[in-house]
């Protein structure tokens, strides 16, 4: 029996290594992590990449929207010297790279971070053989809806956090916008968990993950309130925190 909520890895191990780059995935998943969660766009000319910004400023040498540049000037970016020297020359990862990497190891959740690349990132995943272990989460309802009609069976997670919270006046909504959309869980910023929230979606059948957890007295409050998952950029330090006492 589970004594703990699953840590999930947010964007790789990325308190430490370039996020969304296979060195940051590689890392975690030396950890006994449950999950791994990244961040999908596409390119110019149709290929899915790793990218949590719709720019590549913040995290790579090059400036630009990911949508704008093609796969080979995406590649040809430097993803890891702004995370620290060491990582010089770290790459984009295309999305079937890190399908690859992750398979059988943990579950990698996939958050689609724009509309119009649902059917291509569910196509990404069978043809490389890992449905059934790869989660879709998205802010986009309607990313949500898109995936639940191509694929019924994908296990797909909702996310919200401040912003819509209050669009929708409050935490609890959000359970019954899981629900509509087609989602079995509910990804919230972890400051809108309370113990009744986790209560509430419980008996709704609605599994709670919390992001992003930093704290070790965080995690270890969110798991007495028996939050499902964590996501976090410190793997490592969550795990040590959420260790059962001897």
Known sequence: MRCRPLVIAHRGFSG??????????????????DGVEVDVRRSLDGVLVLMHDEAVDRTTNGRGLVGRLSWAELRSLDAGSWRGEEFAGEPVPRLDEVLSEVAGRAMLHVEVKELGIESQVLR???????????????FFEESIRVVKTLEPASPLTLIAGPREASRWGGARPLVYRAIASGASCLALHYSLVTTE??????????ALMAWTVNSPNDGKRLAEQRVDALATDHPDEMLRALEPSR
């Open 197 to 206: 929230l986790a209560t509430y979606a419980k008996r709704r059948n609605v």
């Open 16 to 33: 430490k290594y370039p996020e969304n780059t296979l060195r940051s995935i590689r890392e975690a998943l030396k950890l006994p992590v």
């Open 124 to 138: 990404t995943v069978r043809e490389c053989g890992t449905q059934e272990s790869v989660v879709i989460a998205s």
